[in-house]
């Protein structure tokens, strides 16, 4: 593990580059992609995000920080520690504050009342709808990979017809090209 004093530099160099790209913001996980280990300890993960918000809020270019408990996303369901986590990662300077995994509406909301920045929740099925989270206060929803996933399987399914024989995907390559002209034309 390369400790965290080594990596402000570089994190500096990243986030002013990033701002300068056009990015308005980013997001730093504390999993550590280990099976055995799955999330860093807590203190070195409130290091990285203290680091890394140093790196977001410096001069003049101001990158928004979210800071994920990655927690829920490893079978690792101790909403206490998730909670104790982002209150962590909060004083460390995170702007944002995100726990994808999270499904039930009772978690959410205790998640809610216990961090005083903006939460990020996943959308997820069997998970509150949009306007339930809404409702319980949620400030930013995301899907993951999810419409890319919907595009994938909507090329798949395409590919597939035309590899049994049928071009009955015009009506979505339709919407598509209708839909990319209106979003880069």
């Avoid at 998730?82 to 909301?109: F, H, M, N």
Wanted: hydrophobic share 50%.
């Amino acid at each position: 593990m390369v400790p965290v004093l080594h990596l402000r530099p570089v994190l500096r160099g990243l986030a002013l580059g990033a701002a300068l790209a056009g990015l308005a913001g980013c997001s730093i996980e504390d999993s550590t992609r280990n099976p055995d280990a799955p999330v860093y300890d807590a203190a070195f993960a409130r290091d990285r995000i203290q680091a890394a918000a140093g790196a977001a809020h410096a001069g003049g270019h101001q990158l928004v920080l979210t800071a994920r408990a990655e927690n829920y996303l490893y079978d690792r369901t101790d909403l206490a520690d998730t909670i104790a986590r982002l209150q962590s990662y909060q004083e460390a300077g995170a702007d944002v504050l995100y726990a994808p995994g999270l499904t039930a509406a009772a978690d959410i909301a205790t998640l809610l009342a216990e961090v005083e920045r903006p939460v990020n929740v996943l959308l997820l099925p069997g998970g509150p709808s949009l306007a339930e989270l809404a409702d319980l206060g949620v400030h930013r929803i995301s899907v993951g990979g999810a419409l890319a996933y919907a595009a994938y399987g909507a090329l798949a399914e395409a590919a597939g017809g035309l590899l049994a024989g049928s071009a009955d995907f015009w009506p979505q390559v339709r919407a598509g090209r209708t839909a990319a002209r209106g979003a880069f034309g």
